[in-house]
């Protein structure tokens, strides 16, 4: 069912070339009539009322175009509704421009209508005048269109990379690093096994997150053998105060999402959460799809110990950036909310919500 009430209103760009358009019209049709010698004040006024009748019928048609969502539709379904509705405006101007001579105008017998020919080939002639309307509307539609399309590229292509140098300078930062390297060097002797495990877990974490820019979507599964390699290290620095727990439904493990988006709310939930704690806490990392009845979304809920005290206005770079990025990949189908949980104290919960994008199989 479509709705009228939901038509945005006009900018005012809109209403800027509808008096252009119809003004060049208007001055267009008193070129022709003095050409002719036929342009009074008799003529002005039936002119003002044809141009006021066409300008209205217009604006009526862009309400149609936008509660029926015709702008969506391809070329030919289109058309065909488009031939229908001029044909039908047509006659329906020359209906109430008629109405308006006789009943209000009342003009000399010149320019007093003139029979059915007549009506026939004035309404041929608005047919043509909407169809230069609708072609000016819908080219200026997908023009705009375009613009809008390049300008979020464009953006999406800006918070990638600013992903990149968040990743590099923030999430994998020296600290991080140096601590890694201190304790791995401290393993070298004691634990050799481990100490080269925990430099794979290291190498692996530094390519993913150097590949960073090379794709805008990741395999969940992906995603979480990095979440897996930081967890790895972090445990290895935290020791005892971090357990964690990574509950994954198998049928999610394909679902696409921005790299680094999992590994970011994990690590805020470490960094936040549990490190600054001397009891330490805890990481539960759950994801699954959707059933039929919440719809075809990826729901992936990050809970930690802690309290979440953000800034006032100051989300921080790299939630900033993941929101930045979930909105133009997915629009406002995608979401993500952190907040304390309502019924478990000292308990911070992340929840991320995507649409299921499914990645391709290999050939």
């Known amino acids: 069912m479509f709705s009228y009430a939901s038509v945005p209103a006009p900018s005012r760009l809109y209403w800027r070339w509808q008096l252009i358009g119809w003004s060049l019209y208007s001055v267009f049709s008193a070129i ?9 004040s008799e003529t002005a006024l039936i002119l003002l009322v044809i141009v006021s009748t066409l300008a209205v019928l217009s604006h009526g048609l862009r309400y149609h175009i936008l509660a029926n969502n015709w702008q969506q539709l391809a070329p030919l379904p ?51 005048v ?39 300078k923030a999430q994998i930062n020296p600290h991080f690093m140096f601590n890694g390297l201190n304790n791995i060097r ?13 430099i794979t877990h290291l190498s692996d ?20 053998e990095i979440v897996e390699h930081y967890l790895e290290l972090e445990a290895m620095q935290l020791e005892e105060r971090l357990t964690y727990c990574l509950d994954i439904d198998p049928a999610a493990l394909s679902a696409l999402i921005p790299p680094m988006t999992l590994q970011l709310l994990v690590e805020n939930a470490i960094k936040h959460g549990i490190a600054p ?8 990392v759950r994801a699954q799809p959707g059933t039929a009845a919440t719809g075809n979304h990826l729901h992936i809920v990050v809970r930690n110990t802690g309290r979440y005290q953000p800034r006032p206005n100051h989300d921080g770079v790299g939630l900033r ?15 993500l909310d952190i907040q304390d949980a309502p019924s478990e104290s000292g308990t911070v919960v992340a929840q991320l919500q995507l649409p299921i994008l499914v990645a391709a199989a290999t050939p």
């Open 205 to 224: 974490l530094l390519r993913y997150s150097i590949q960073l820019n090379s794709t805008e979507r990741v395999p969940l599964s992906r995603e979480l």
């Open 321 to 335: 950036n993941a929101r930045e990025r979930l909105t133009l990949l997915f629009g406002n189908t995608a979401t």
């Open 32 to 40: 022709v009539f003095a050409a002719f010698g036929r342009f009074t």
């Open 277 to 284: 704690r001397p009891e330490g806490g805890f990481v539960h």
């Open 130 to 168: 909407l169809w230069l309307w609708v072609g000016f509307y819908f080219g200026w539609y997908y023009l705009r269109s375009y613009k809008q399309a390049e300008v979020d590229k464009w953006k999406l292509a800006a918070a990638v990379r600013e992903a990149e140098m968040h990743t590099l």
């Open 186 to 198: 401290a393993l070298v002797m004691e634990n050799p096994a481990r100490a080269r495990t925990m």
């Open 78 to 128: 289109l058309l065909g509704r488009l031939l229908v509705v001029n044909a039908l405006l047509s006659v329906l101007s020359q209906a109430i421009i008629w109405v308006m001579l006789i009943s209000v105008v009342r003009p000399s017998n010149d320019g007093q209508p003139h029979g059915w020919a007549q009506f026939i080939g004035y309404a041929f002639n608005v047919n043509f």
